[in-house]
Nanobody, 127 residues
Framework: QVQLAESGGGLVQAGGSLRLSCAAA??????????MGWFRQAAGKEREFVTAISYSNGNTYYTEPVKGRFTISRDNAKNTVNLQMNSLKPEDTAIYYC??????????????????WGPGTQVTVSS
């Protein structure tokens, strides 16, 4: 089992910044995490991919609307994955979820590739 916990959400004005963190803790048998991702779900909409990082090669992936504004990074010492969000827009308002994928060879951008999910953290961007 992998337990994930997001932090860092909140209310910010348009143009501002927030930094989300996802802390991962493993219990039970040992296994490898192959990718970590962030997804978001706005009210009344489907959950959508935001960004991901591959642990095998360090590649990062971003959905087009956040490219150049969001940065995903990994802190091995703290066993966390961070999401730096700059130049926030009202359309970034959503619940943000951290996810971990433990099956090799899956797409980093598909929600079905992730096996463990955090409870989510609310990000609200006011205009």
């Amino acid at each position: 089992q992998v337990q994930l916990a997001e932090s860092g959400g909140g209310l910010v004005q348009a143009g501002g910044s927030l930094r989300l963190s996802c802390a991962a803790a493993a219990s039970g048998r040992t296994f490898s995490v192959y990718r970590m991702g962030w997804f978001r779900q706005a009210a009344g909409k489907e959950r959508e991919f935001v960004t991901a990082i591959s642990y095998s090669n360090g590649n990062t992936y971003y959905t087009e609307p956040v490219k150049g504004r969001f940065t995903i990074s990994r802190d091995n010492a703290k066993n966390t994955v961070n999401l730096q969000m700059n130049s926030l827009k009202p359309e970034d308002t959503a619940i943000y979820y951290c996810a971990a994928g433990v099956r090799i060879g899956r797409s980093a951008t598909a929600s079905s590739s992730y096996d463990y999910w955090g409870p989510g953290t609310q990000v609200t961007v006011s205009s």
